[in-house]
């Protein structure tokens, strides 16, 4: 490790000797400032899925489809940033990248305080900043192939899922603290006007500028915390076409499907949960509890990394689609229908399960990418020590740009998921089709999981 420079010259998590006395150290200290800094990229992704909530009582006359659309785009963006992000940090660096991409959260989260204390502002101009709230997706894909190579084969499940999960806990954070932040004026006069509107009768105030202002300073701060905490690491630098290999990897296709199912559903129910509560349910007060699901999805997921660290991430990933079929059975069961009520505690409950499930199976799934790259460099390689020893980093390098790949597919969830609740309401004036569509879809992943990686005689069993 070179000492007068942040560019670590020799890394060999392998070895138990360097680990123990050198690398866990370092290691930690980069996943404690990538932890934040990815919670940060969550939190400006999902801002529009609280903003929406209140832009008609800021004075907005949007379309509950166009509102709808407000709240999918960023994970649109997102996504397809993640195609970019995730080859990031092998070509400049894991530190460098970190604070570049983390700085960049500041221009949505100013914008949006801007925008919308007029309530004039064209839909346009939200489209636009909604799209650069993608920015904040696309940070996973580059968090997730840097953290990748710090950490030992028996610890990648374990520190991807703190890695992921505390940063996927961004989302309720959000949804947590935006609903409070905007009934108060954080920054007095700086912070500007309030907007006013009638409920019940009663005048009340909103700063609802506070949900995008709130997270200046603290991505400020993170954004610093990154240049002079992080480590860029020379093992780790390659090529796009060396990182480009992965495309021609049937595994790497195989959990983009299984991560479209795991992580979409997370990121696709986070954003239309709200919106589709106060849809079906409108005397459910949403806002306070919006938050709950993205909690307990992003904290278990840890969870889902562990247990498939001990019995094998294909086994969990599989019940973890068996459990979200059952729970998009319990909302499809929960609905209103002929005018009725709904089953508000069902539909709540089912919900809960689904993130649950869904939080769990994030965590498998990464414990089965670096499996499967790093199994199929070695079985193709030569069987001799040097070989096997570089067929193993060969396939570390893959397995973190994989990781990133695979997220930017599974993210398009976050877009689909709200775009199907809204054209199924549109279409038929209720979410029924959506939830079919997304049952059918997790009975399809069962059966990929089960035969390419669970079964006695897979091809790649992990």
Not at 248 to 263: A, I, Q, S, V
Not at 422 to 433: A, I, N, R, V, Y
């Amino acid at each position: 490790m070179a000492s007068d420079s942040t560019v670590l010259q020799r890394w060999e998590p392998e070895n138990r000797t360097f680990w123990q006395n050198t690398g866990r150290r370092v290691a930690l200290r980069n996943l404690w400032i990538s932890i934040p800094c990815l919670m940060l990229g969550f939190i400006v992704s999902v801002l529009w899925s609280m903003v929406t909530l209140n832009l008609p009582n800021a004075g907005f006359t949007f379309s509950k489809e166009q509102l709808f659309l407000l709240t999918a785009l960023p994970q649109l963006s997102g996504a397809t940033l993640r195609i970019f992000y995730a080859f990031m940090p092998g070509l400049f660096g894991g530190r460098r990248w970190t604070t570049f991409s983390t700085s960049l959260l500041l221009i949505p989260a100013l914008w949006l305080g801007f925008a919308v204390q007029d309530p004039t502002t064209p839909y346009p101009v939200m489209l636009s900043i909604a799209l650069l709230c993608g920015l904040g997706s696309g940070n996973f894909a580059s968090s997730m192939a840097n953290i990748a190579h710090f950490f030992p084969a028996q610890e990648k499940g374990k520190a991807n899922g703190l890695n992921a999960g505390f940063g996927n806990l961004g989302v309720s954070v959000a949804q947590f603290l935006i609903p409070l932040a905007v009934t108060m004026p954080l920054f007095g006069g700086f912070g500007g006007e309030a907007q006013h509107y009638v409920k019940l009768g009663v005048e009340k105030s909103l700063w609802l500028q506070n949900a995008g202002f709130m997270w200046v300073p603290l991505i400020a701060l993170a954004t610093l915390a990154a240049w002079f905490g992080m480590d860029d690491m020379a093992d780790a630098k390659s090529s796009f076409s060396e990182q480009a290999v992965i495309f021609k990897r049937r595994h790497n296709w195989l959990m983009c499907y299984l991560y479209l199912g795991t992580f979409g559903s997370f990121i696709g129910f986070a954003g239309a949960f709200a919106l589709l509560t106060k849809t079906l349910f409108p005397l459910v007060p949403v806002a306070k509890i919006a938050f709950l699901g993205p909690l307990l999805g992003a904290l278990i997921r840890p969870v889902g990394g562990m247990i498939a660290d001990k019995v094998g991430g294909a086994r969990v990933t599989m019940l973890v689609f068996f459990g979200m079929v059952v729970g998009a059975f319990g909302v499809l069961s929960a609905l209103p229908v002929a005018g009725g009520a709904g089953n508000w505690p069902l539909f709540f409950g089912s919900f809960m399960a689904l993130f649950v499930c869904a939080g769990l199976g994030n965590g498998s799934t990464y414990k089965m990418i670096p499996t499967l790259f790093v199994n199929h460099c070695q079985q193709t390689a030569a069987k001799d020590e040097a070989s096997q020893r570089q067929a193993r980093q060969d396939g570390v390098k893959e397995s973190a740009a994989a990781a990133g790949f695979i997220s930017a597919i599974g993210a398009y969830g976050g877009y689909f998921i709200p775009q199907s609740f809204g054209l199924s309401e549109k279409l038929t004036g209720g979410p029924q089709d959506a939830l079919y569509c997304f049952m059918l879809f997790y009975v399809t992943c069962i059966a990929v999981t089960w035969w390419c990686f669970a079964r006695r005689k897979a091809a790649m069993p992990c």
